[in-house]
């Protein structure tokens, strides 16, 4: 199983078995596995039976399976076992490379589950690795990559506008300007002939 650009978060397994509980986002109990330039959030497993609940985003199950995870974040998911099996538990061969598994990420808004990275994400920002990343796009079908370097997780980073401010709500001449005022998280340079589609109420848009 291939998965990349894929954001799997508020995941909740709740197990009752005298045998163990794998994986809060993915259980893996065959195969190989390949995770590329993804995030883990939140995610968590426990048992209510004999057994133990292992691996709060990934659990793999048996010890022929092969897990690779790259360029991705796992942050912030719980198991029952806890320690170092709350984001990832592996029985089999787990590769792992420019990965952040800690609760280090600056995310836009993590509260309102906005995985996006935001502007202090330095330690995602041109992390990855290109060699593991194909040419493509982001999960919000953003290319990749925003610099030379690829970024860590299932988002690249770009400057996210925060407000619009707009005229007022009233009647306009074709002589009079219409200014619109973009805020973004941080400070960014505008070349060209910026844009903003208005849509009028008597139909069109100008």
């Given at each position: 199983?291939?998965i990349?650009?894929?954001?799997?978060?508020?995941?909740?397994?709740?197990?009752?078995?005298s045998?163990?509980g794998?994986?809060?986002?993915?259980?893996?109990?065959?195969?190989?596995?390949?995770?590329?330039?993804?995030?883990?959030?939140?995610?968590?497993?426990?048992?209510?039976?004999?057994?133990?609940?292992?691996?709060?985003?990934?659990?793999?199950q048996?010890?022929g399976?092969?897990?690779?995870?790259?360029?991705?974040?796992?942050?912030?998911?719980?198991?029952?076992?806890?320690?170092?099996d709350?984001?990832?538990?592996?029985?089999?061969?787990?590769?792992?490379?420019?990965?952040i598994?800690?609760?280090?990420v600056?995310?836009?808004?993590?509260?309102?589950?906005?995985?996006?990275?935001?502007?202090?994400?330095?330690?995602?920002?041109?992390?990855?690795?290109?060699?593991?990343?194909?040419?493509?796009?982001?999960l919000?079908?953003?290319?990749?990559?925003?610099?030379?370097?690829?970024?860590?997780?299932?988002?690249?980073?770009?400057?996210?506008?925060?407000?619009?401010?707009?005229?007022?709500?009233s009647?306009?001449?074709?002589s009079?300007?219409?200014?619109?005022t973009?805020?973004?998280?941080?400070?960014?340079?505008?070349?060209?002939?910026?844009y903003?589609p208005?849509?009028?109420?008597?139909?069109?848009?100008?």
């Amino acid at each position: 199983v291939n998965i990349r650009d894929s954001l799997f978060y508020d995941n909740t397994v709740t197990a009752n078995t005298s045998s163990n509980g794998w994986g809060g986002a993915i259980w893996q109990s065959n195969g190989s596995l390949s995770i590329i330039n993804s995030t883990f959030a939140n995610n968590s497993i426990t048992n209510a039976g004999t057994g133990v609940a292992v691996g709060g985003a990934i659990g793999a199950q048996n010890t022929g399976l092969t897990t690779i995870i790259r360029n991705s974040i796992l942050t912030n998911n719980t198991s029952e076992s806890g320690n170092t099996d709350n984001n990832l538990y592996s029985a089999g061969t787990t590769t792992l490379s420019n990965n952040i598994i800690d609760n280090s990420v600056s995310f836009y808004n993590q509260p309102g589950r906005d995985y996006r990275l935001s502007v202090n994400a330095t330690n995602a920002k041109d992390a990855g690795s290109n060699s593991y990343t194909p040419a493509g796009n982001d999960l919000a079908q953003q290319t990749r990559t925003e610099n030379s370097t690829v970024d860590i997780g299932a988002y690249e980073r770009r400057p996210i506008v925060t407000s619009v401010s707009a005229p007022t709500n009233s009647t306009y001449t074709p002589s009079q300007n219409l200014d619109f005022t973009v805020h973004y998280d941080e400070v960014v340079t505008v070349s060209g002939n910026p844009y903003i589609p208005v849509t009028l109420d008597t139909g069109g848009v100008v």
